[in-house]
């Protein structure tokens, strides 16, 4: 079974400053691991996904994630936050080891609100 | 750019009616996804389509049920709606592969049951 958890509902951070929206998976072998952001009233956006290889993954809007994989995490971090940036994200896993059909598993997303 | 529209914003729909919600792809996917989205728990995967006429369950497919007649149009079915059903129902479409390509979205259809 592969899963994710997001434990924070809500991230607040001024604009400017470097910002953090945690995640945590479990499966039972290799992931991969995405993340989407929600802009208000729009569907769900690609940002950036971990495959294999370098740990810090680039992805858009300068977005970055680390993987840590004696830490079952993959944090989506920013240097510096700005306030186009508010919307909802969330993480996503895949467990390598699992069947066809590209089936994801959704954390239940954190609402980052960024304020001037 | 990979596109899927669903056929309605906003929906609403009585108890007890049989509702349909229509997703289209225009980039030859294989697969195709319905979520349910709901305020503290996240993305939950109703079913999902591997192939036109092709269907497996999602983790709540209790109360729904999905037609894939054409590669590129996907429908959830609700046989008689009930007020739990009252969510938003996100759409989605990949190619298949080894899992680590990303699923694309719809705009998302909010449905009321009164």
């Known amino acids: 079974a592969q899963s994710v958890a997001q434990p924070e509902d809500q991230v607040n951070v001024a604009e400017g400053n470097p910002l953090t929206v945690k995640c945590t998976y479990s499966v039972s072998g290799n992931p991969y691991l995405f993340w989407y952001v929600q802009y208000p009233n729009r569907g769900l956006q690609f940002l950036l996904k971990?495959?294999?290889?370098?740990?810090l993954v680039k992805g858009s809007y300068g977005f970055e994630a680390e993987f840590n994989k004696s830490q079952t995490s993959f944090h989506l971090k920013k240097p510096s936050a700005l306030v186009s940036d508010s919307a909802l994200y969330f993480c996503a896993v895949r467990d390598r080891s699992s069947g066809g059909g590209n089936k994801l598993t959704f954390g239940t997303g954190t609402q980052l609100k960024v304020e001037l | 750019d990979v596109k899927v529209t669903q056929s309605s914003r906003y929906l609403v729909k009585r108890t007890g009616e049989k509702v349909f919600l229509e997703c289209v792809q225009d980039m030859d996917h294989e697969n195709m996804f319905w979520y349910r989205q709901d305020p503290g728990l996240g993305l939950r995967l109703i079913y999902f389509s591997y192939d036109v006429k092709m269907k497996e369950k999602g983790d709540i497919p209790e109360g729904y049920s999905v037609s894939r007649e054409k590669k590129e149009r996907f429908s959830l079915i609700l046989e008689s709606a009930s007020t739990n059903q009252t969510s938003m129902y996100l759409c989605a479409s990949s190619t298949p592969g080894l899992g680590f390509l990303e699923q694309y979205f719809g705009p998302g259809t909010r449905l009321t049951v009164t």
């Open positions: 971990y495959i294999t290889g370098d740990n």
